[in-house]
């Protein structure tokens, strides 16, 4: 029999260092399996083989939470806005949870069964509708055993506290991730409001991801536990940023971006970018540390390789990958073979290569959130009439 693994607050509560997964809906979309705009998860059930290697190249850097690819698989996101699929929330469910767990299984990796906002609570449903379409996630994590459970990519505590409620029913471990920088959500309530209300509803695990870069977001998670023990509570922390740098956006985060989605390329992390990332969560107090959209393997790996005398130990993927460059001593030109050292990388300052191109941009700034009548869902697809308001704005 395999041994029993240690649960993800046995391990944080230890002062363990976890380390989570990347952005599998950018990463795929990117492969050829993930549509953009929708972003929905189909791919467990189309191409199951593509995210079985993505699991796997993410356990290979290091990562040993393997996170159910469920995002926006709620059944009302699965049919808004014209979008029309063969296969049933359910079935793209349960998919996500085998896949999770055959590549957890080949490693001392956990499955986290995830839910995120959804269509819904943004057209003004009750909060009873909105956690009937949480329960049908969870009821498939439950069947599928996941080892915890994580509410993640809320804009509105309110409604990451209702799914968190939702979560906290199952008994299993809950972590709650909002995806706010320092503003705090997209009603002003302050990340360290939002932590003591999320923790207050049952998570004992808190965090942000996804719409902000890395400090951002460890400035964000710093709030939030600055806010928890002010408040006399105790909890746990995550994060798990944007692969992209973010010092121009606002409230609303890179999606208001002029770059976003398909021109945000120049504004990826290197991987020793996210070795200061890694050192500075886990300065702060955050074990638990990830990524989201733009995370692709190897910044994983580094986020393990910087934080490898903390867990005792490197991935497996550091074998084809030199400590600071070291590999590079191999290599034919002494030009290169002189980059092969710390204080090289850690002092470079990339060049974009756009001579043309500004550094930063102005984000869109709507200023629209849940109740206004330019977010209200629906399933018919979006018209020609909403499309030329949309455009003229």
Known sequence: MAPIKKGILERLSAGEVVIGDGGFVFALEKRGYVKAGPWTPEATVTHPESVRQLHREFLRAGANVMQTFTFYASDDKLENRGQTLKFTGAQINEAACDLAREVASEGDALVAGGICQTPSYLSCKSEKEVKAIFKKQVDVFLKKNV???????????????????????????????????????????????????????????????CHFDPLTCVEAVKLMKEGVEKAGLKAHYMVQPLAFHTPDCNCQGFIDLPEFPFALEPRILTRWDMHKYAREAYKVGIRFIGGCCGFEPYHIRAVAEELAAERGFLPPGSDKHGSWGAGLEMHTKPWVRARSHRDYWENIKPASGRPLCPSMSTPEGWGVTRGHADLLQHKEATTAQEMKHECDF
């Open 147 to 209: 080892d915890f459970l994580i509410a993640e990519y809320f804009e509105h505590v309110e409604e990451a506290e209702w799914a968190v409620q939702v979560l906290k029913a199952t008994g299993k471990p809950v972590a709650a991730s909002m995806c706010i920088g320092p503003q705090g959500d997209m009603h002003g309530v302050s990340p360290q409001e939002c932590a003591v209300r999320l923790v207050k509803a049952g998570a004992q695990i808190v965090g942000v991801n």
